[in-house]
Structures are given as C-alpha cells and as structure tokens.
C-alpha cells in the first residue's frame, strides 16, 4: 500500500478532523501524522480552530409569532391577474386569450392601454396584451425580442412609479421585470438569439441605477438587486480573450466564475 | 404557535418534510398565498436565526439577517426549480446573507484584545485568549475570506452541514467541497495566527 505524500496530507488534514474522510484513507492520514511533525503542528491548529467553532454560542429560544409578524408586513404583495391554475397554462391557452383580446379590443380598450402604468385600470389589460403576444408568438428569436422588449416597459413603469412615490407599484413591476429576465436567460442558454437581447440587457442596468437613485425605500432597493443578479445570470456568457496578467477579482467576479459548470476549479 | 426547538431536530423535521407537501407550500406561496409562505417560514426560520447567531453573535443583527433572508426567499421562489431540497437553497441563501454581513460588519476590538500574547498562546489559544476575544476574532477573519469560501465554511461552520450537504447545496462536486474548506482553514488559521501574535 502506497503512503500518501506529504502534501496529499496536508490537503486532507481538515477532512480527517472533520471526520469527513474515508476509512480507507484515515490509517494513512494517522500514520504520518506521527511521523510529520510540520503535519501534527497544523492539525493541533485545526483541532483548536474546532473547538473554537464549538464554543460559538447558541441563541437563546424566540417565538415565532413576532418575527413572522413582522416579516408578513415587508412581503411585497403578489397579485396575478390570472386565475391560478391559468398561469400554469397561459401558453397553451393562446387561441382562447386570443379570443378575449379581439373581445377586448372590440370595445376599444386594448389598444387605448398600450400606455397604461401600473396605477392605471386599464393596466391589467396591458399585460393581457403582452401576455396574448407572446402566447402567438411561436419564433423563438422574436419571442425573445419581445420579452425584451416588455422587460424595457416593466423598467419604465418601475422608473415612474418610483418617481411618483409609489414604491409598492415599483415593486410589482420590478418582479414582473425579473421574471421576463429570467426567461430571456433560459432562452440565451438554450442558444436562442445570443446577437440580440445581450445589448438590451445590459441597458436595463443603467436604468435599474435610475429606478434605484429615485428611492430610498429598502424594498425597492432589494428588489432592484435582485433583478441585477438575474440580468447578470441571464446575459450570454462570451469567451474573451486573455489581456496582460490576472486582473484583481472582486466578489461578483467570484461569484460568476462560481455559476456551476462543468470542469470546475478551485 | 411558537416554535423553540433545537438545531438538529429542525433540520431533521425539515428534511422529513414530505416533498410533495414542500412542493404544493412552494406554489402556494408562488400563487401569492401567504399562508403558504407563513408554513415554509416556520419550517426553515429558526435554522436560519441560529446559524445567524453563531456567525454574529448578537440577537437583533441575526434576526435582521433572518429577515432578510426570508424576503429573498419570497421574492426569488417563482424562480426555484425544485430539483433539491428547498432547505439547502434557502441555507445557501442564508449563508451568502450571513458571511455578507460579517464581512460588512466592523466590530469593535477592544484594547484587550489587543494586548501582546505570551508565547503560550501558540500551544492553547483559547487558555490566553477569552473565549469572546476568539471568536471574534473568528468571525472577522471568515469575513475577510475570499466569497467561495466564505460560502463553503458557512455551510459548514454555522449551518452544520456535512460535507455531502454542502456539495449539493452549492452544486459543487465534494471534491471541490474538501479543497475548498481546506484553503479557507488555511487562510483562517493564518489570519487568527496573525491576531494571536503580539508586536515584537
């Protein structure tokens, strides 16, 4: 049986105090331990670093009543203007919403709320309007287009609603923006349109920095941040190539290269 | 209905947590129930509030993280795929939110702290140092961790997750999992080595 070197040790030190290392593998990790002097100084440490961790303090008991409470009154309210089990299928759905729209728009009412805000009652059947688009829209690159294009709007209703105060509203078309978000990067990641909506998504962060300056409610604010993120997970990944020597990374550095993929290095 | 049990048996009830019943409480909460969310919250809060105190050690700053923890949550549920246990997201979530804030927070040291240690202290460092001088210590140096094991060392450390856990919580192979808690020990033990060590 083939000892293991020093260095595959070292390595497998804080495993082995962990417990984490197999039986198979722990006889070899002892035995050099007692032959290392270097190896048994750097498990004491990690021995004491334990038992540090160890004497971390536990919190005494809460209730849970007034910290739901609490947090019940900073949940951003969740309405869809579809029945529950509709969302599920509203593609499916498409030749009925199509109905309905020539139903609405025979009275006129679809086409005048192209330019409806999210205060406005004619609102939800702005988003019926997209929401039917998108539904007959079977090509996936002007499917893509569009919910860009939707995702610009959302921003803009953000942007106003924002302006006016009305931060609730705000939030209700930020996560309506995340959302489209979302979907454009799962159609990115399926090689969907790459030349487009990358330059149209990347516009969206300078107006999220607008919709983020307008306000100091942390709400807005966190919900702003959390479409970033997904801007910034739903944009093509490109290869560029290598400049000069390695560039100081910052955390969001870190945590894109941390995305799970395959061949990952530590 | 207030909840008050330990660590582990949370976890264990919460892993037990039939998945289907995780699923019909995730489109629930989706479909703007908040009931449904109330249901997940106290499933999954007090794992969350206790590993926040551990790493801040102080009350209203874990509750805090805890709330925010559970916001995002909200908010991000209608993209969850559950593929995995809802509780390893959520711990991951909490412990981005958690190791974010220890590296935001500047605790003050106080001049105690500071006092040379006699060379004893290499052998024993909690003989010299008081236990909360430690661990303060602990916590700013996980801090100043690079993000990816900061992460990794959370899991670990405050949320008690087993080696498998936190490759499957960071979708990482446990390969990665080890070396990545490797290094971040390394670096802990030569920033806390640092601390220990007095002026010349």
């Known amino acids: ?266 | 209905m207030d909840q008050a049990a330990p660590l582990k048996q949370d976890s264990q009830a919460a892993q037990e947590l039939p998945f289907r019943e995780e699923a019909e409480l995730i489109r629930r909460t989706v479909q703007g129930d908040t009931d449904g969310f109330r249901e997940l919250v106290y499933r999954y809060q007090r794992q969350v509030y206790v590993s926040a105190y551990r790493a801040l050690g102080d009350h209203a700053q874990a509750e805090d993280v805890t709330q925010e923890v559970f916001l995002k949550v909200f908010r991000s549920l209608p993209q969850f795929k559950h593929e995995k246990p809802l509780g390893h997201w959520i711990h991951r979530i909490a412990s981005n939110a958690v190791t974010d804030q220890l590296r935001r927070s500047r605790p003050v040291v106080s001049l105690e702290s500071m006092e040379r240690m006699p060379a004893s202290a290499q052998k024993d460092p909690q003989d010299v140092l008081s236990a909360k001088e430690g661990r303060e210590a602990l916590r700013r140096a996980i801090g100043r961790l690079p993000k990816h094991y900061r992460q990794a060392l959370a899991l670990q450390l405050f949320h008690e997750y087993s080696y498998q856990e936190i490759a499957s919580a960071l979708d990482i192979p446990i390969g990665t999992v080890m070396s990545r808690l490797s290094s971040a020990k390394r670096l802990l033990r030569q920033e806390l080595r640092a601390h220990l060590k007095g002026p010349e």
Not at chain 1, 31 to 46: K, N, T
Not at chain 1, 47 to 58: E, G
Not at chain 1, 150 to 162: G, I, S, Y
Not at chain 1, 169 to 190: E, H
Request: negative net charge; proline residues 7%.
């Open chain 1, 1 to 266: 049986m083939k000892l293991l070197s020093h260095a595959q040790v070292a390595d497998q030190l804080s495993a082995y105090v962990d417990g984490a290392l197999g039986s198979d593998v722990r006889p070899e990790v002892a035995e050099h331990l007692g032959e290392c002097a270097e190896c048994r100084a750097e498990h004491a440490e990690l021995v004491v670093l334990a038992q540090l961790v160890r004497s971390l303090p536990k919190p005494p008991l809460t209730p849970f009543g007034p910290f739901w409470a609490r947090l019940e009154a900073r949940l951003p309210r969740r309405r869809s203007w579809l029945p529950a089990p509709l969302v599920a299928r509203r593609w499916a759905l498409a030749p009925i919403l199509a109905a309905a729209l020539l139903a609405v728009g025979a009275v006129g009412g679809a086409y005048a709320s192209e330019g409806a805000y999210p205060d406005s009652p004619l609102y939800g059947v702005k988003l019926l309007r997209e929401d039917i688009q998108l539904g007959v829209t079977s090509d996936k690159k002007a499917r893509t287009h569009l919910m860009v294009r939707f995702a610009n709007t959302r921003l803009d209703e953000a942007r106003t609603m924002t302006r006016e105060g009305k931060d609730a509203l705000a939030v209700q078309s930020l996560l309506r923006l995340q959302s489209l978000v979302q979907q454009i990067g799962t159609a990115n990641q399926r090689g969907v349109d790459q030349s487009g909506p990358d330059s149209d998504l990347q516009s969206l962060n300078a107006g999220l920095d607008e919709v983020e300056d307008q306000t100091a409610t942390p709400e807005v604010r966190e919900t702003v941040e959390a479409v970033r993120q997904e801007v910034e997970r739903a944009e093509p990944k490109k290869v560029e190539p290598k400049r000069g020597g390695p560039k100081e990374s910052d955390d969001k550095d870190r945590e894109r290269q941390e995305q799970p993929k395959g061949g990952e290095r530590d």
